[in-house]
């Protein structure tokens, strides 16, 4: 059974920095394509950024490119989003993802990733 748990998320002042992790437990971490998505009410969930299983390949949305970045301690089956320069349009729930059939691309579509994690809400105030 696959579980995937989110931490990390709180409030911070627009410009500041937060990071939120996820730990995977359940199947090889290593085998798996992680990604978070986010999202806020009354909008559609959205990739936020992806990393290929050994790190060595990432996507990331253009709305956060150059302010976030993403990375993977298979070692500790963590998967990480720091979080820079943040912007009030940052806030939502912010959601791991696992893509069970792929490893080495990163997909940004919401129907190719399996298993999701609870969530974690990140609030930027201005």
């Known amino acids: 059974q696959v579980q995937l748990v989110e931490s990390g998320g709180g409030l911070v002042q627009a410009g500041g920095s937060l990071s939120v992790s996820c730990v995977a437990s359940g199947r090889p971490f290593a085998t798996v394509t992680m990604a978070w998505f986010r999202q806020t009410p009354g909008k559609e969930r959205e990739f936020v950024a992806g990393?290929?299983?050994?790190?060595?390949?990432?996507s990331y949305a253009d709305s956060v490119k150059g302010r976030f970045t993403i990375s993977r301690d298979n070692a500790k089956n963590t998967v990480y989003l720091q979080m820079n320069s943040l912007k009030p349009e940052d806030t939502a729930v912010y959601y791991c993802a696992q893509d069970i059939h792929n490893r080495v691309v990163v997909n940004t579509e919401l129907d190719k990733y399996t298993y999701w994690g609870q969530g974690t809400q990140v609030t930027v105030s201005l």
């Open positions: 990393v290929n299983w050994n790190g060595g390949r990432t």
